[in-house]
């Protein structure tokens, strides 16, 4: 890129001294990029899942992207309950029922044709929802088949997914975000970052050049040699979905087209690769050496070491060079474009990357709603008042019955309406029904039912159960204890996979406890991490309690109920800080039990010391657990009373729900 | 309707292919069940089969567009058509494929009361569902693993039955609804219930292509369509047409294959070596092996047919252990090259 480069990330940044610069002042320079490149091709790009909480940092990017998509294009907010309705559009009920005749309205989908739609609360988005803008971003257009209803209207629109989640909160639904170009992670970018250069012009591109990279951008040509530096980039980074690399070629253009060029240079390909390819990555990439077959011996073993900062500058300052002219001439395209996205790799994302996959994998992208599942789903239980909308189904007898009383006096009403303001004020107030307001003159309605008269079916579901498995692996839980409470774990799975119940399992031993596996349905990965679980050292028990509570609480929250199965012998030696003395672990421990108890799980505690144990014994009664002491257990032994104790066995009574 | 990337310009993924092939050359092999990671071209595909198969003729008036030629009896509104008439009135339609979308409802699937007009005109009638626009075309369902438990339900018995039964909100509605049933989804995310499983006809495996010189070819011409739909179909337009001839012809001609005992009995030993459950198994296998026949140009199913379709036809058969992690695929291609050498 050329010093004149309008979307060069240095516009506020001391470029002169790029070893200085801060990794979060690159990162909102890489944000404000993304922004301009969004803005080129909403749609093309599906979008962004943005990372953020909410504050002033994401406003301030979200008045930039809006400074630069042109003025008066499409802005819309998705609530995070938006309905069908409202999505797609369909009848508007109230309108309907008011003016006697199908009244139709847009969906936001549809609004936002040519435009960006805002996703609240990306993490929480239901997975009908996710689905509805998988469609529209794979075909251009929104369906709509509903109400009676069936047309199709065009919805090119770009997603900001606004991704509020914190900590161990699972990501946006999978399908959504494998469609959306860009991640951004605006979590640790200091408003006083964004002071410095955060103005709408700082972005480097404005809405005019946005406009002309828009129409320069299908005459871009791309090089052979840039293809195939984002596929084997893609691939070393082990990115393995063919969007992403073709993403990633949108990216380049885009790029090229902001800078007025007619073609791909080197450092858009690099650009691309580190907005698009690095944030999906799920390994590192191997060491030249070791890489693709392509690669050429005479590699430069100082590039071997991938140290994000030495890096990310390696990148950037040629950026603000008034060369274009390849920076490294004796490397390969590949391999700078390779060290581009390494270089975007914060430490420390990787494993947090596979953890939030699992988790979401786990979630499913079709279980973010589950609370809400009672209105969508099940059998039938009952009517309550309210309108058929986001899915509820109308419940037609009962509203006919709430109607029913009042036609009479509707009747009278509506003639006496009619007959009085035949003129002009007709149809004021609360008319809803009225007759006169329709031109083709049907007699007095057959039935004349207002709003209030709408009964919908309550659903009722079967909650999915979680169960949590709790394994104290120290030492002090015998060896041979441990390969029996794995059995038994194992065990339980089967039946697990019998009841379709997910389960999760949490390990403490030495000084922490761990998430094995965060709440899944695959049982293989359940297995997978038992058996690689390694025994010895110390209880800290209180961890464990602490991860089982807030795993447990999780599934609450998503509507869903959670049976803790822990196997330990009670016996803490390890504090929640990771000190030791039996004491204060006790204490801990004792504490953790203790709040565990007050969230009320169905909790089962098996005594896995070689006699009953009063610590086992103590602590199964301060967390409410059922205690099963089992002085010689074998793995079905331990089962057994595992599905008693629970009551699992007998749950999915298939008439339950009728 | 947008411009479908067309089949013949997948690269690579000839196992889901060839599956997709069969499928839609004899139906009644029972859909087709792709596992594998996203973005490897599993929409891509059944989107792109349905753009090449030629239009299908459907009764004018009939909403879930059957066939004039069916029998009568199958769907009440084309009984209501045909009677008092010689010839029904028919129209061009093109083969239909539906998304079945994870958070569908149930209502929206199967069909419900039609709102609008119980309200304004006050007629009990009943609007169609998903499982009725998908009547002699595809049904897709992407996540297929992470699909309600009462929509698989759901899936299994129409599936089975080949007719959806509506009774509720005071209807009682029947239609017919044949479709392929085509789902894809990630193993790692979840498991699909066995039931649901043993419904698929067909079950493929798909993974990105690991060679760096195919992956640089599916995003090129991804990137060519993209940017210029029109001219990149045109350009593949020949070689579509020729895989449309394929599917046309086998038609035609696979209910003629010959299926000799000496096959048949391979088949079984094949399944019993396997020690697949029931016996759909055989039968799946017959029919994929028939219907590539078919494709093929063939006569007669040979050993070579049963060879290639066994995989699809058998790895989601095997009666297996839940907490197993080893490939099925690899058991039954162990099997195959024990029972039909060669």
């Given at each position: 890129?050329?010093?004149?480069?309008?979307?060069?990330?240095?516009?506020?940044?001391?470029?002169?001294?790029?070893?200085?610069?801060?990794?979060?002042?690159?990162?909102?320079?890489?944000?404000?990029?993304?922004?301009?490149?969004?803005?080129?091709?909403?749609?093309?790009?599906?979008?962004?899942?943005?990372?953020?909480?909410?504050?002033?940092?994401?406003?301030?990017?979200?008045?930039?992207?809006?400074?630069?998509?042109?003025?008066?294009?499409?802005?819309?907010?998705?609530?995070?309950?938006?309905?069908?309705?409202?999505?797609?559009?369909?009848?508007?009920?109230?309108?309907?029922?008011?003016?006697?005749?199908?009244v139709?309205?847009?969906?936001?989908?549809?609004?936002?044709?040519?435009?960006?739609?805002?996703?609240?609360?990306?993490?929480?988005?239901?997975?009908?929802?996710?689905?509805?803008?998988?469609?529209?971003?794979?075909?251009?257009?929104?369906?709509?088949?509903?109400?009676?209803?069936?047309?199709?209207?065009?919805?090119?629109?770009?997603?900001?997914?606004?991704?509020?989640?914190?900590?161990?909160?699972?990501?946006?639904?999978?399908?959504?975000?494998?469609?959306?170009?860009?991640?951004?992670?605006?979590?640790?970018?200091?408003?006083?970052?964004?002071?410095?250069?955060?103005?709408?012009?700082?972005?480097?591109?404005?809405?005019?050049?946005?406009?002309?990279?828009?129409?320069?951008?299908?005459?871009?040509?791309?090089?052979?040699?840039?293809?195939?530096?984002?596929?084997?980039?893609?691939?070393?980074?082990?990115?393995?979905?063919?969007?992403?690399?073709?993403?990633?070629?949108?990216?380049?253009?885009?790029?090229?087209?902001?800078?007025?060029?007619?073609?791909?240079g080197?450092?858009?390909?690099?650009?691309?690769?580190?907005?698009?390819?690095?944030?999906?990555?799920?390994?590192?990439?191997?060491?030249?050496?070791?890489?693709?077959?392509?690669?050429?011996?005479?590699?430069?073993p100082?590039?071997?070491?991938?140290?994000?900062?030495?890096?990310?500058?390696?990148?950037?300052?040629?950026?603000?060079?008034?060369?274009?002219?390849?920076?490294?001439?004796?490397?390969?395209?590949?391999?700078?474009?390779?060290?581009?996205?390494?270089?975007?790799?914060?430490?420390?994302?990787?494993?947090?990357?596979?953890?939030?996959?699992?988790?979401?994998?786990?979630?499913?992208?079709?279980?973010?709603?589950?609370?809400?599942?009672?209105?969508?789903r099940?059998?039938?239980?009952?009517?309550?008042?309210?309108?058929?909308?986001?899915?509820?189904?109308?419940?037609?007898?009962?509203?006919?019955?709430?109607?029913?009383?009042?036609?009479?006096l509707?009747?009278?009403?509506?003639?006496?309406?009619?007959?009085?303001?035949?003129?002009?004020?007709?149809?004021?107030?609360?008319?809803?029904?009225?007759?006169?307001?329709?031109?083709?003159?049907?007699?007095?309605?057959?039935?004349?039912?207002?709003?209030?008269?709408?009964?919908?079916?309550?659903?009722r579901?079967?909650?999915?159960?979680?169960?949590?498995?709790?394994?104290?692996?120290?030492?002090?839980?015998?060896?041979?204890?441990?390969?029996?409470?794995?059995?038994?774990?194992?065990?339980?799975?089967?039946?697990?996979?019998?009841?379709?119940?997910?389960?999760?399992?949490?390990?403490?031993?030495?000084?922490?406890?761990?998430?094995?596996?965060?709440?899944?349905?695959?049982?293989?990965?359940?297995?997978?991490?038992?058996?690689?679980?390694?025994?010895?050292?110390?209880?800290?028990?209180?961890?464990?309690i602490?991860?089982?509570?807030?795993?447990?609480?999780?599934?609450a929250?998503?509507?869903?109920?959670?049976?803790?199965?822990?196997?330990?012998?009670?016996?803490?030696?390890?504090?929640?800080d990771?000190?030791?003395?039996?004491?204060?672990?006790?204490?801990?421990?004792?504490?953790?039990?203790?709040?565990?108890?007050?969230?009320?799980?169905?909790?089962?505690l098996?005594?896995?010391?070689?006699?009953?144990?009063?610590?086992?014994?103590?602590?199964?009664?301060?967390?409410a657990?059922?205690?099963?002491?089992?002085?010689?257990?074998?793995?079905?032994?331990?089962?057994?009373?595992?599905?008693?104790?629970?009551?699992?066995?007998?749950?999915?009574?298939?008439g339950?729900?009728? | 309707?947008?411009?479908?990337?067309?089949?013949?310009?997948?690269?690579?993924?000839?196992?889901?292919?060839?599956?997709?092939?069969?499928?839609?050359?004899?139906?009644?092999?029972?859909?087709?069940?792709?596992?594998?990671?996203?973005?490897?071209?599993?929409?891509?595909?059944?989107?792109?089969?349905?753009?090449?198969?030629?239009?299908?003729?459907?009764?004018?008036?009939?909403?879930?567009?059957?066939?004039?030629?069916?029998?009568?009896g199958?769907?009440?509104?084309?009984?209501?058509?045909?009677?008092?008439?010689?010839?029904?009135?028919?129209?061009l339609?093109?083969?239909?494929?539906?998304?079945?979308?994870?958070?569908?409802?149930?209502?929206?699937?199967?069909?419900?009361?039609?709102?609008?007009?119980?309200?304004?005109?006050?007629?009990?009638?009943?609007?169609?569902?998903?499982?009725a626009?998908?009547?002699?075309?595809?049904?897709?369902?992407?996540?297929?693993n992470?699909?309600?438990?009462?929509?698989?339900?759901?899936?299994?018995?129409?599936?089975?039955?080949?007719e959806?039964?509506?009774?509720?909100?005071?209807?009682?509605?029947?239609?017919?609804?044949?479709?392929v049933?085509?789902?894809?989804?990630?193993?790692?995310?979840?498991?699909?219930?066995?039931?649901?499983?043993?419904?698929?006809?067909?079950?493929?495996?798909?993974?990105?292509?690991?060679?760096?010189?195919?992956?640089?070819?599916?995003?090129k011409?991804?990137?060519?369509?993209?940017?210029?739909p029109?001219?990149?179909?045109?350009?593949?337009?020949?070689?579509?047409?020729?895989?449309?001839?394929?599917?046309?012809?086998?038609?035609?001609?696979?209910?003629?294959?010959?299926?000799?005992?000496?096959?048949?009995?391979r088949?079984?030993?094949?399944?019993?070596?396997?020690?697949?459950?029931?016996?759909?198994?055989?039968?799946?296998?017959?029919?994929?092996?028939?219907?590539?026949?078919?494709?093929?140009?063939?006569?007669?199913?040979?050993?070579?047919?049963?060879?290639?379709?066994?995989?699809?036809?058998?790895?989601?058969?095997?009666?297996r252990?839940?907490?197993?992690?080893?490939?099925?695929?690899?058991?039954?291609?162990?099997?195959?090259?024990?029972?039909?050498?060669?």
């Open positions: 890129m050329v010093a004149a480069d309008p979307i060069a990330p240095a516009a506020g940044v001391p470029a002169d001294d790029p070893s200085t610069v801060d990794p979060a002042v690159l990162r909102w320079a890489d944000a404000l990029r993304a922004a301009a490149l969004l803005a080129v091709d909403p749609w093309g790009f599906g979008g962004v899942a943005l990372k953020a909480g909410h504050g002033p940092v994401r406003e301030r990017w979200l008045t930039v992207l809006k400074s630069l998509v042109p003025h008066g294009s499409p802005w819309r907010r998705i609530p995070i309950h938006a309905g069908d309705e409202r999505l797609l559009g369909g009848l508007d009920l109230t309108a309907t029922l008011a003016a006697g005749r199908p139709a309205q847009t969906g936001l989908l549809a609004e936002a044709d040519g435009g960006l739609l805002l996703l609240a609360m990306a993490e929480r988005v239901p997975g009908t929802t996710a689905s509805r803008l998988c469609a529209a971003l794979d075909t251009g257009e929104c369906a709509l088949a509903r109400d009676g209803l069936a047309s199709s209207r065009p919805a090119r629109f770009g997603v900001v997914a606004l991704d509020e989640g914190v900590g161990d909160d699972p990501p946006p639904a999978g399908a959504l975000l494998e469609r959306l170009a860009f991640r951004i992670d605006l979590g640790e970018v200091p408003v006083g970052v964004t002071d410095a250069f955060g103005a709408p012009g700082d972005a480097g591109a404005d809405a005019a050049t946005v406009a002309a990279a828009r129409l320069r951008m299908a005459s871009v040509e791309v090089g052979d040699e840039s293809v195939q530096a984002l596929c084997a980039t893609a691939m070393a980074l082990g990115v393995s979905s063919a969007r992403a690399p073709l993403m990633a070629l949108r990216a380049a253009r885009a790029a090229a087209a902001l800078d007025g060029r007619d073609r791909v080197p450092d858009d390909t690099s650009l691309a690769a580190r907005l698009v390819l690095a944030p999906r990555a799920t390994q590192w990439p191997a060491p030249p050496d070791a890489a693709p077959p392509e690669d050429p011996p005479d590699a430069p100082p590039e071997a070491p991938p140290e994000p900062e030495p890096e990310s500058d390696a990148n950037e300052p040629p950026a603000a060079e008034d060369e274009d002219t390849v920076p490294e001439p004796q490397q390969p395209l590949d391999e700078v474009v390779l060290e581009a996205a390494k270089a975007a790799i914060p430490p420390g994302l990787l494993a947090s990357l596979m953890l939030a996959a699992n988790a979401a994998a786990a979630a499913g992208a079709g279980r973010a709603g589950v609370m809400r599942a009672t209105r969508l099940g059998r039938p239980a009952g009517t309550r008042p309210g309108t058929p909308r986001d899915g509820a189904r109308l419940a037609l007898v009962d509203t006919l019955r709430a109607a029913a009383p009042w036609q009479p509707r009747r009278r009403e509506a003639l006496a309406r009619e007959a009085a303001g035949a003129g002009a004020g007709a149809g004021a107030g609360a008319g809803k029904a009225s007759a006169s307001q329709r031109p083709t003159s049907t007699p007095a309605p057959r039935l004349a039912l207002r709003a209030s008269d709408l009964r919908v079916a309550r659903l579901e079967r909650t999915e159960t979680t169960t949590i498995f709790a394994i104290d692996a120290s030492g002090s839980s015998a060896l041979h204890r441990l390969a029996e409470a794995k059995g038994a774990v194992e065990l339980l799975l089967a039946d697990c996979y019998v009841r379709r119940d997910r389960v999760a399992v949490v390990a403490f031993r030495g000084r922490a406890a761990e998430v094995l596996l965060p709440p899944t349905r695959s049982l293989v990965r359940a297995k997978r991490s038992l058996a690689g679980l390694p025994g010895g050292g110390g209880t800290p028990l209180a961890s464990g602490d991860a089982v509570a807030g795993l447990a609480e999780g599934v929250r998503r509507g869903g109920s959670a049976v803790l199965v822990f196997l330990t012998d009670g016996r803490a030696n390890v504090a929640r990771g000190s030791g003395g039996r004491a204060r672990a006790d204490e801990d421990a004792r504490d953790a039990a203790r709040r565990l108890r007050v969230a009320g799980h169905a909790t089962l098996l005594d896995t010391s070689p006699q009953p144990a009063p610590a086992a014994q103590a602590l199964a009664s301060a967390m657990a059922a205690y099963v002491p089992l002085p010689r257990a074998d793995a079905a032994s331990i089962a057994a009373p595992v599905r008693a104790a629970t009551g699992l066995g007998s749950r999915r009574a298939p339950r729900a009728r | 309707m947008a411009l479908a990337f067309p089949f013949s310009a997948i690269v690579g993924q000839d196992e889901m292919k060839r599956a997709i092939l069969i499928a839609a050359v004899d139906p009644s092999v029972g859909g087709v069940l792709v596992l594998g990671d996203r973005g490897t071209g599993k929409s891509t595909a059944v989107r792109a089969l349905a753009a090449l198969l030629p239009k299908m003729k459907a009764t004018v008036g009939c909403r879930y567009a059957c066939d004039p030629a069916a029998p009568t199958a769907c009440t509104e084309c009984d209501a058509l045909k009677a008092g008439v010689k010839k029904v009135k028919s129209h339609v093109p083969v239909p494929v539906v998304d079945l979308p994870l958070g569908a409802t149930e209502d929206r699937v199967v069909g419900a009361l039609d709102l609008e007009r119980a309200l304004t005109a006050g007629v009990k009638s009943f609007e169609p569902g998903l499982l626009r998908a009547h002699r075309g595809f049904l897709y369902v992407d996540e297929v992470l699909l309600e438990d009462h929509l698989v339900d759901l899936l299994i018995d129409v599936a089975a039955s080949g959806n039964v509506v009774e509720r909100e005071g209807l009682s509605v029947r239609h017919p609804a044949r479709f049933l085509v789902g894809s989804g990630n193993p790692e995310e979840g498991e699909l219930r066995p039931q649901l499983l043993d419904r698929f006809g067909l079950s493929v495996e798909v993974s990105t292509p690991t060679v760096l010189a195919d992956r640089i070819e599916v995003v011409r991804r990137d060519a369509f993209e940017r210029d029109q001219g990149f179909s045109d350009r593949w337009h020949a070689e579509d047409e020729k895989v449309r001839r394929r599917i046309l012809k086998a038609r035609d001609r696979v209910a003629g294959i010959e299926v000799p005992d000496s096959v048949l009995e088949a079984a030993r094949l399944c019993m070596a396997l020690g697949t459950d029931g016996l759909r198994g055989e039968l799946t296998l017959m029919r994929a092996a028939r219907a590539l026949a078919a494709l093929d140009g063939d006569a007669v199913v040979g050993d070579a047919h049963l060879r290639r379709v066994a995989p699809s036809a058998l790895r989601h058969r095997l009666r252990d839940p907490l197993d992690d080893t490939g099925t695929g690899a058991r039954v291609e162990r099997v195959v090259a024990e029972q039909i050498p060669g």
